[in-house]
């Protein structure tokens, strides 16, 4: 393995150790007590030192990242990170061994939402304060976040950036990688300061309103009430919410064009227009389907367009026990559950540009049929030609479905019923959290065996990481290890060649 590797590895930990210091603070402002304290400010301290000691070598940052080595460094952060975050978890006593820590944390980082607990109200709030952050990190991606703040990984970081964030097609927004991660990492943090501080007017408590803010625009689902935010009984909150999981679900480079005088691109970009049309469909749908359950349909409405936007954006919000709702509703919501937000978003899922990929080119197959001597292409964006990306796109749904069925089946021989094992794979790779049946949004996953939740916290990170990077690493790893045995035979066969 390249020393490189390893120290890219080391100073994207370092980011990820400075993000554990607001909670060591809050731990010691609310007088947790040395060892809550300790439990954030140890591996803080010791990930800085890591870096230090890695990045005292000499031309440290000379380096170009070569591209085979980019999906290991990917992998090998995201694991690490994980792993870190799960310390303080594991340390609190709050979580019953490793095995819940590590999922909650992975669940977190992954923005998938999922918890292990039954009562967050009883953790402390560094506790959960670090809980909502790690969706934050994870939402804009560790990776993004090292590249924009350590110049070392200028050098390639595109490279790693297209291994970890979403959408067929990564591309720059300014000149320099670096320059882009800025800029999209300094939208997300404006947003979330707007959110937090519109929550703060509506009524609710600062603490909450920056927890709320942070899972939200990471697409998460943590909060810091056991109802999530049906809990402050707040219309004004929830709408805010509502809004804040739909921006948080587009692609941030429309953000961009936008504060730069571009909005014209935003009008004929094809999957923001297709959102828009998913978003506005399913919740008008929703409300009219659970009409006759509410005193009113501006409620249906506020409580349809709130659970839309959760489960598209796959944040994992409720203000309603959703598996209680009409048949009708709750098949509108478990259609979502295919589809995620926007590439380039904080959102898992399949996305919305995907969908769009492959119903174009399913209108041309239908023509292809009555008209056979007609030329068609693909058009996104308003630019024709673009029948390349198709196979991409077959591809990574292929994968994503064979995924689904294996966590599924995972889920079926640990025991989970037939409802439970599907709705819960689709949660668990699309990173969306809560599911149907047992597992909905009132529920947890802290019943399931132990097995079982590796396996989830395995599809967690492959989702998160839009599968190929997995798959790309576990092909590596499976080589090298086939290889080694090879490896250990050939100084035998070298010895018994010279004889």
Same mark, same amino acid.
């Given at each position: ?11 994207? =930990? /370092?980011? #990820?150790?400075?993000? !554990? %210091? ?5 731990? *010691?402002?609310? &007088? @947790? ?111 993004? =976040? /090292?590249? #924009?703040?350590?110049? !070392? %990984? ?5 490279? *790693?950036?297209? &291994? @970890? ?114 978003? #506005?469909?399913?919740? !008008? ?126 889920? #079926?021989?640990?025991? !989970? ?83």
């Amino acid at each position: 393995m390249q020393f490189p590797i390893f120290r890219i590895i080391a100073h994207v =930990l /370092a980011i #990820a150790g400075l993000a !554990l %210091l607001p909670p060591a603070v809050s731990s *010691l402002w609310h &007088a @947790e007590g040395t060892r809550a304290t300790c439990a954030f400010a140890v591996p803080a301290l010791s990930c800085l030192a890591l870096a230090a000691l890695f990045g005292s070598k000499r031309n440290a940052g000379t380096t170009p990242i070569k591209t085979s080595w980019a999906f290991c460094i990917v992998g090998g952060v995201w694991i690490g990170v994980c792993l870190l975050g799960a310390i303080p978890f594991w340390a609190s006593g709050h979580f019953g061994g490793a095995t819940n820590a590590v999922f909650e944390s992975i669940s977190g980082f992954t923005t998938t939402g999922a918890s292990v607990l039954a009562s967050v109200e009883d953790l402390p709030r560094s506790i959960n304060l670090w809980r909502c952050e790690t969706h934050w990190l994870g939402g804009m991606g560790v990776i993004a =976040l /090292a590249v #924009a703040l350590v110049p !070392l %990984l200028g050098i390639g970081g595109f490279r *790693l950036i297209k &291994a @970890e964030t979403s959408g067929p097609e990564k591309g720059r927004i300014t000149p320099r990688i670096a320059s882009t991660a800025k800029a999209l990492w300094a939208i997300y943090l404006a947003l979330t300061v707007l959110q937090a501080a519109l929550l703060r007017l509506s009524g609710i408590g600062w603490f909450d309103s920056v927890c709320h803010a942070f899972s939200t625009m990471g697409t998460g689902g943590f909060s810091t009430r056991n109802a999530s935010v049906g809990a402050f009984g707040n219309p004004a909150a929830e709408w805010i919410c509502t809004v804040f999981m739909i921006l948080a679900s587009v692609n941030f480079a429309l953000y961009y064009r936008l504060f730069t005088g571009r909005a014209v691109e935003i009008v004929k970009d094809t999957e923001f227009k297709t959102f828009v049309f998913i978003v #506005a469909f399913f919740g !008008l749908a929703v409300a009219l389907a659970e009409r006759p359950d509410f005193s009113a349909f501006s409620a249906a409405l506020r409580h349809s367009a709130f659970q839309v936007a959760s489960i598209v954006s796959t944040t994992g919000f409720m203000t309603a026990d959703y598996a209680s709702w009409r048949p009708a509703a709750q098949m509108l919501l478990f259609m979502l559950f295919f589809i995620g937000g926007c590439s380039g978003s904080t959102a898992g899922g399949i996305k919305v540009i995907r969908w769009a990929v492959l119903g174009k080119q399913l209108r041309n197959e239908l023509r292809r049929i009555t008209h056979p001597l007609e030329v068609t292409t693909i058009r996104i964006n308003g630019c024709s030609g673009r029948d390349d990306i198709v196979p991409l796109v077959a591809a990574f749904v292929s994968m994503y479905a064979v995924l689904v069925f294996a966590t599924a089946l995972a889920g #079926a021989l640990a025991g !989970l019923g037939l409802i439970e094992s599907v709705s819960c794979a689709l949660s668990m790779v699309g990173n969306i959290g809560p599911a149907f049946g047992a597992f909905g949004p009132t529920a947890n996953y802290g019943a399931i065996p132990d097995a079982l939740k590796w396996w989830y916290s395995f599809a967690m990170i492959a989702g998160r990481l839009e599968i190929f990077t997995m798959l790309i690493i576990v092909g590596r790893i499976a080589s090298l290890v086939a290889g080694a045995p090879k490896l250990a035979l050939t100084p035998l066969l070298r010895r018994k060649s010279a004889h």
